[in-house]
């Protein structure tokens, strides 16, 4: 799996929109962009996951740049339920039941 | 909707000791993963199974071993018990061995003293 990098960690202000950013600059064309949080101590939330179009659902938006080598996920109107870390993970699902593979992910805390 | 169900949520055991954790996927889902998360770290990979076979294997120590069964539940054994098991173990399902995405429980807190 490639591997990625983010901010260690971001603020933002309830009500605003939360973007964080994910480099997955070795990503290879059947990987995929997936997104996972977890909130303190409860098992981890699938978000979304892309593989070179925008997604949208109704958590999030993922925005992938045209080389795929970068992304970012959105959460449009942050509340305090969405303080947690918030993995960006690179993987091919073809590859049969892998396991995940978490970085150090991006500790988000929404101020109030 | 159904969640996964993990049991039991805490478990203290001593060092040396076994120890039994079980996992319920969501119903018909066919893939069981699960993950070792100790104190302030992030989420390890340890094994998975589909369709009662084991598919991925992680860092998982040869302590340990896990199965899945025919009604797909699974079970993660642990032997000879040390202080530094200590952790949250997460079980996660899937529907099919593609695993776009993963459900996870909500964890069983092990500590070993």
């Known amino acids: 799996d490639a591997k990625t990098t983010q901010p260690p960690s971001m603020d933002c202000a309830e009500g605003r929109a939360a973007n964080l950013p994910c480099n997955h600059s070795?990503?290879?064309?059947?990987?995929?962009v997936y997104w996972y949080r977890q909130i303190h101590s409860q098992g981890p939330q699938y978000i979304i996951h892309g593989l070179k179009n925008n997604e949208t659902n109704e958590m999030a938006s993922l925005i992938i740049t045209e080389d795929r080598k970068s992304s970012t996920l959105i959460l449009p109107h942050a509340t305090l339920r969405d303080t947690a870390v918030y993995y960006c993970?690179?993987?091919?699902?073809?590859?049969?039941?892998?396991?995940?593979?978490f970085g150090k992910g991006t500790h988000l805390i929404i101020q109030p | 909707a159904a969640g996964v169900i993990q049991s039991p949520r805490h478990l203290i055991k001593e060092k040396r000791e076994t120890a039994t954790l079980k996992c319920y996927p969501i119903?018909?889902?066919?893939?069981v993963y699960w993950y070792q998360q100790g104190p302030g770290q992030d989420p390890q990979f340890l094994i998975s199974f589909y369709e009662k076979m084991q598919s991925d294997k992680g860092s998982i120590p040869d302590r340990f071993s896990a199965q899945q069964f025919s009604d797909y539940h699974s079970e993660l054994n642990m032997s000879s018990l040390e202080l530094g098991d200590s952790a949250l173990y997460f079980c996660?399902?899937?529907?099919?061995?593609?695993?776009?995405?993963?459900?996870f429980g909500p964890g069983t807190r092990l500590t070993v003293t």
């Open positions: 119903p018909r889902h066919d893939t």
């Open positions: 070795t990503i290879s064309g059947n990987e995929y």
């Open positions: 996660a399902s899937s529907l099919g061995s593609g695993g776009y995405e993963q459900y």
């Open positions: 993970i690179v993987r091919n699902p073809g590859g049969g039941a892998d396991g995940l593979t």
